[in-house]
């Protein structure tokens, strides 16, 4: 089972604050509805915002994602490990750099474990890239910033890529 990953952030380092958190299970051929989903209420004593993307936000068509009423980001870490379960196959993000490298200091922070291996991590630009190399059309939506949105796109993008590349899973 694959997972594909996206975080939403108000900076960009690897203590940013965390305020969406979206992921999709599917494999070869079907993307799995029963979708991650979860806006988070930061803690920004631990995970400080940074002007540029505060201003990012500002200047994007979808209002920032805040909400006073979100739940607070340890409990959606323990609900995103229990969505994940025990057989992660492989875990794509856009990158793996960004989203899973905060997303792991966020698990740490909390003294919560990584669900996680290393090895799982697969990364969804690198896949796309091979494929434009390879001169396979990649149809090329620009991001969202709706997390869930975005996720769901990048994993049907790996399932067109593998089946054009006749790769297989």
Same mark, same amino acid.
């Given at each position: 089972?694959? *997972?594909?990953?996206?975080?939403?952030? /108000?900076?960009?380092?690897?203590?940013? $604050?965390? *305020?969406? *958190? &979206?992921?999709?299970?599917?494999?070869?051929?079907?993307?799995?509805?029963?979708?991650?989903?979860?806006?988070?209420?930061? %803690?920004?004593?631990?995970?400080?915002?940074?002007?540029?993307?505060?201003?990012?936000?500002?200047?994007?068509?979808? $209002?920032?994602?805040?909400?006073?009423?979100?739940?607070?980001?340890? *409990?959606?870490? %323990?609900? /995103?490990? !229990? +969505?994940?379960?025990?057989?992660?196959?492989? @875990? +794509?993000?856009?990158?793996?750099?960004?989203?899973? &490298?905060?997303?792991? !200091?966020?698990? /740490?922070?909390?003294?919560?474990?990584?669900? +996680?291996?290393?090895?799982?991590? +697969?990364?969804?630009?690198?896949?796309?890239?091979?494929?434009? @190399?390879?001169?396979?059309?990649?149809?090329?939506?620009? &991001?969202?910033?709706?997390? @869930? %949105?975005? &996720?769901?796109?990048?994993?049907? /993008?790996?399932?067109?890529?593998?089946?054009?590349?006749?790769?297989?899973?």
């Amino acid at each position: 089972m694959d *997972i594909m990953l996206d975080i939403e952030t /108000l900076a960009t380092h690897k203590r940013a $604050p965390i *305020i969406e *958190i &979206a992921a999709v299970k599917f494999d070869a051929g079907t993307i799995y509805p029963n979708y991650f989903h979860y806006f988070i209420k930061p %803690d920004f004593s631990r995970f400080p915002p940074d002007n540029d993307t505060l201003l990012f936000w500002l200047e994007q068509p979808r $209002p920032m994602p805040l909400s006073k009423s979100a739940p607070l980001e340890p *409990i959606v870490l %323990d609900r /995103l490990t !229990e +969505w994940m379960g025990l057989s992660i196959g492989r @875990l +794509w993000a856009n990158s793996p750099s960004f989203d899973l &490298a905060i997303l792991s !200091e966020h698990y /740490l922070a909390y003294g919560m474990p990584i669900p +996680w291996r290393y090895r799982a991590e +697969w990364d969804f630009r690198t896949l796309r890239r091979l494929a434009e @190399l390879l001169d396979y059309p990649v149809e090329r939506q620009p &991001a969202t910033h709706e997390a @869930l %949105d975005d &996720a769901i796109q990048q994993a049907k /993008l790996v399932q067109a890529i593998w089946k054009g590349l006749s790769l297989g899973t």
